[in-house]
């Protein structure tokens, strides 16, 4: 692929390339990038004694380029802007250099060769890499890059001086004027250069003053500025009136059954959305959504575009579109080919739905060539009678194909840009705009360097302006029915759906029959998915002038929803967003027994099953590709909650209905088995806990029945049954592999989900033991934590309760774990079974010594080690552990300098304060501070019944550190004073082992007068 133009390739563009000039810089970059030993300082500066004729040679190169406009092609023009650019870059610099004299001596010595690498900053401002300026990036980003050229240019400079003896502030003082009035000079001469060259302010992406008008005019508008090209021919008049005309049209058919309404059209209806973008690299992840949030979000999605297209990286890199389904990547593609200038692009839009996907790129956009003009279509005689137009091919719904087919296309992008170099290499370069949905962006190959632009949800701003124009354009229908236009206050409620651009619309067209979203209140996200499908299923099936009765009617709108239920388990157990028509079908023909109809003579070719059914909802995105001449279709929810919300509802109405059945069976019948064969094939797949939507979704419908709490005694039934066979109506519906094991827990855990729904579940300890551990071994390591991250777990002596939630931490109560297993056993139990969650906490305990190898020690320990901070949690860890085991909580208070007097108190009144260590540990404690009071007070109450014989070291220096410290023994006390000591303890015993204490306590003798 093309790099950026170098400097003496830019003044050779520009026509100066025989200059001596070029020469010299050619010398010095080639020296520095190939590391030679030819350039010493006295050679650098001479060539800077030079400069003044690079500033005046690249100066008269930008001043010619004014006359070089011409009739120039769209390519030619921007490789000229470039060339401009790259001389602007060195000019600028070597003008503030020439300016400002650099303080170097010319008689300095000669660098060595790693004093020469720091040319490389010098050398960086020729080369041309790092500095043309690009559209992904702000208007402070492309600044900053040049800024940072010129410092490091600057910087390997004064690198190099630095070692000749210059003072360095001077130097680096030098340095920072140098790079500041560079800046300047810089900004200056690319004011100059847009007055005959507009786009350059484009890939600077700086401000323009353009009034806000319909979108993407104001794209049109700018290019309009910056056209070179001639009157298009015929061909390229051709294609573009056809993506013109496509503007006026509307952008949904008109709803019949509302006469009146207005959809607006392309042209009138499409608005702008903010975006993101950037340059792809190796840390990005544009499959994850997440991931966007640190990337700014802007809102000159027009500027962008004219920057991108008229840039040289256009021609070089593909750029790929995101965004969600219903976003408006089609609907931007659609304005960008009508809104570029014929005389300048010849665009070519391909709806890589229908085009053949064992094609080539080539194929590929020759398909889209025929499917505009009807006709046959070549694209190498196309591009060849480009003229200076530049070729533009918009690629839409790249992800349709995966969708559509189910093949991957991982390295689609590299073929897109392996199509752009052969068309460069053939002199007819071609810019390349790929659309598709941000979920399958993970598994592209996108090539590095291209941009990667996201198209945003709509901000409120969007919907406000969008609801003015669908009020205005329906005003009048609105007024003769009385009727108000959707309020952004009330759309805005429902925010996950107002801000993507399809469902808005579809927000709008429910509420213009009856204002049904302002009049609802507050009935929930459910209710408002019950309407919005219900009221599009009335639609549909009022279509059909059948005759039926209300009753009739009321039934089959609920035999669509059905359908469109069995649409959002084909997706929800396949664990995709989308379905092909082919698995829908099998779905179809195993659930509810539906075939494809057959085909008659002169008949067109039949529905599907899937596709009768969803080809009537536009909430329903439709894939399509072509494949050995065979069409291929996907399904997609625009929003994955309207397949959430199915699959809660169909759930919830099966058990309603099982239960309505179980009700209706005479008694003798009623203790079989319950006929829960569908029931059973939908939920013995995946685990509902898989969509946290869809257990919420769940929960609602339960708060909302009056019967809710009828069910529950027939799951529980259910579940008492759930491993029995079946009659086998429905084996045939297997829309994923799952073993009989798996399809039992699954079904299993499902049954015990759905009467948590309507509230606490009672089960066994030991029950719920076996179902988690079989549960465990059969779903997989995302399942099972799903399960865990829905299902809170409340521990009630011999039971467990279950209910709705994110689990919170819970202690184990002594008497819940049972105390028939042993540590040994357990930690013998897990190695053995290599349970993961097991031998976390086996680890843990490793440690314990053999002959402490139990849990309550490993639990004493752990709570006196890791006890809390405040001193109520202390002393109740301490008292809890002191009769079982002393040694350890004596060991811990030895080291815990927080524990207070009072603590201390309470534990001497137990079997604790019984033992000599506490004793010598409390007497440790005494003389050191302003606790002695209290200590004394308490030695008072208890010393009486101490041993005082296994503490008398401990005892004389806690009495003698009181004496030395000044303390004065009261009258009246309940604690000895220190000769009452001195007559207790057995001073000869002590002087054996602490001679230091019987002088200390002759000294204190002394002191009272006692010889």
């Known amino acids: 692929m093309a790099k950026n133009l170098s400097y003496r390739e830019a003044a050779k563009i520009l026509g100066g390339g025989g200059s001596a000039v070029i020469t010299a810089v050619e010398q010095l970059t080639s020296a520095v990038l190939l590391g030679g030993v030819a350039v010493g300082l006295t050679d650098l500066l001479g060539w800077f004694d030079a400069k003044s004729d690079l500033v005046r040679f690249s100066r008269e190169l930008l001043s010619g380029i004014a006359g070089k406009r011409g009739e120039r092609s769209r390519h030619d023009r921007t490789r000229l802007v470039e060339a401009a650019h790259t001389v602007i870059v060195v000019t600028a610099y070597f003008e503030a250099v020439h300016e400002l004299a650099p303080p170097f001596r010319e008689d300095a010595a000669t660098p060595d060769r790693d004093h020469q690498l720091q040319l490389f900053g010098l050398a960086s401002l020729f080369d041309g890499e790092d500095v043309l300026p690009a559209a992904h990036r702000t208007r402070k980003e492309n600044a900053d890059l040049v800024e940072g050229c010129y410092r490091r240019a600057t910087k390997s400079l004064i690198t190099l001086m630095a070692d000749s003896g210059e003072e ?216 060849r009678n480009a003229g200076g137009a530049l070729l533009v091919v918009l690629l839409d719904g790249f992800d349709e194909l995966l969708q559509a087919t189910g093949v991957s296309q991982t390295n689609y992008l590299e073929n897109v840009q392996r199509f752009q170099r052969d068309c460069d290499e053939r002199g007819c370069p071609v810019a390349v705009v790929v659309t598709s949905r941000i979920g399958v962006a993970g598994g592209m190959a996108i090539p590095s360097g291209a941009d990667v632009l996201r198209l945003a949800p709509f901000s409120e701003r969007h919907v406000v302006r969008w609801l003015e124009k669908w009020g205005r354009l329906n005003a009048r229908y609105f007024e003769q029915r009385g009727l108000a236009p959707l309020a952004p206050q009330t759309a805005l409620k429902h925010h996950d759906l107002a801000v993507q651009p399809l469902l808005l619309l579809m927000l709008a067209l429910y509420d213009a029959d009856d204002n049904a979203l302002r009049d609802q209140g507050d009935i929930g996200q459910g209710g408002l998915y019950e309407r919005l499908l219900t009221r599009f299923a009335q639609r549909e099936v009022g279509k059909e002038e059948l005759g039926r009765t209300d009753a009739d009617f009321r039934k089959d709108v609920e035999n669509e929803l059905e359908r469109l239920s069995v649409v959002a388990f084909a997706m929800f157990h396949r664990g995709a967003q989308w379905v092909t028509e082919k698995d829908l079908n099998d779905d179809m023909r195993a659930l509810l027994e539906e075939q494809e109809q057959e085909r008659g003579p002169g008949m067109r070719t039949p529905l599907t099953p899937g596709g009768a059914i969803l080809g009537r909802f536009f909430f329903v995105q439709l894939a399509e590709a072509v494949r050995d001449s065979q069409l291929l279709r996907a399904y997609e929810f625009l929003h994955a909650t309207f397949g959430e919300y199915l699959v809660a509802r169909h759930t919830w109405y099966l058990l309603a209905d099982l239960h309505e059945n179980e009700s209706n069976r005479r008694r003798r019948v009623a203790i079989q088995q319950p006929d829960d064969d569908e029931f059973h094939a939908l939920l013995s797949f995946t685990p509902l806990t898989t969509r946290k939507s869809v257990v919420d979704f769940l929960v609602e419908l339960a708060a909302n029945d009056p019967k809710r709490g009828e069910y529950r005694w027939l799951v529980e039934k259910l579940f008492e049954t759930c491993g029995e066979e079946r009659s086998g109506k429905r084996a045939g519906y ?156 004596l060991e811990n208070l030895r080291k815990d300098l927080v524990v207070d007097a009072r603590m201390l108190g309470v534990l001497a009144t137990t079997s604790l304060g019984d033992s000599s260590a506490f004793q010598v540990l409390f007497c440790d404690r005494i003389g050191h501070g302003v606790e002695n009071a209290v200590l004394l007070e308490v030695f008072g109450k208890v010393w009486q019944g101490w041993n005082t014989a296994s503490c008398e070291v401990a005892l004389l220096d806690a009495w003698l550190r009181l004496h030395e410290s000044g303390h004065e023994f009261p009258e009246v006390r309940s604690y000895p004073g220190l000769l009452e000591v001195l007559g207790k303890v057995n001073l000869s015993a002590i002087s054996s082992v602490r001679p230091d204490l019987i002088k200390r306590a002759m000294t204190a003798a002394s002191e009272l007068g006692v010889e």
């Open 168 to 383: 360095d502030v001077l130097l680096w003082t030098w340095a920072q004027r140098v790079t500041q009035t560079a800046v300047r000079r810089y900004d200056e001469l690319v004011r100059r250069l847009a007055v005959d060259y507009p786009e350059i302010t484009f890939w600077l992406q700086h401000a323009h003053d353009m009034a806000v008008s319909a979108g993407l005019e104001r794209m049109e508008t700018a290019l309009g500025l910056l056209l070179t090209g001639t009157t298009p021919d015929t061909r390229r008049g051709e294609l573009h009136g056809k993506y013109r005309a496509a503007l006026e049209r509307p952008i949904l058919k008109p709803e019949d059954e509302l006469p009146g309404l207005e959809f607006p059209s392309i042209k009138a209806g499409y608005i702008d959305p903010d975006y993101q973008v950037f340059a792809m690299d190796r840390k990005a992840e544009p499959g994850v959504l997440s991931w966007w949030e640190r990337l700014p979000l802007r809102e000159d999605l027009y500027s962008y575009l004219v920057g991108y297209l008229t840039s040289p990286k256009a021609v070089t890199h593909p750029a790929l579109v995101l965004g969600d389904p219903g976003s408006g990547k089609s609907l931007l593609t659609r304005v960008l080919s009508a809104r570029l200038p014929p005389s300048d692009f010849l665009v070519v839009r391909v709806e890589l739905r229908s085009a053949p996907t064992e094609a080539d790129v080539v194929g590929q956009v020759e398909h889209g060539l025929r499917e505009a003009l009807q006709g046959s279509g070549n694209w190498a005689e196309l591009s």
């Open 734 to 889: 297997q829309p994923v592999k799952r073993p009989a094991p798996a399809r039992y827990a699954v079904y299993s855990l499902n049954l015990v989900l759905l009467p948590v729904v309507l509230g606490d579940r009672a089960l066994d300890v030991r029950e719920w033991h076996r179902l988690t551990s079989f549960w465990r071994s059969q779903l997989t390591e995302a399942e099972w934590t799903g399960v865990m991250e829905s299902l809170r777990v409340r521990w009630r002596k011999e039971e467990i309760l279950l209910s709705y939630g994110a689990e919170n931490r819970s202690f184990v109560e002594t008497e819940w774990a049972d105390r028939a297993i042993s540590l040994r056993d357990a930690a013998r139990e897990a190695h053995f079974t290599a349970d993961p969650a097991g031998n976390v906490f086996r680890y843990a305990f490793e440690g314990l010594p053999d002959s402490r190898f139990d849990v309550d020690y490993a639990r004493c320990l752990v709570e006196l080690n890791a006890s809390p901070s405040d001193l109520e949690g202390k002393l109740d860890r301490y008292l809890r552990w002191s009769a079982s085991y002393p040694d350890a909580v």
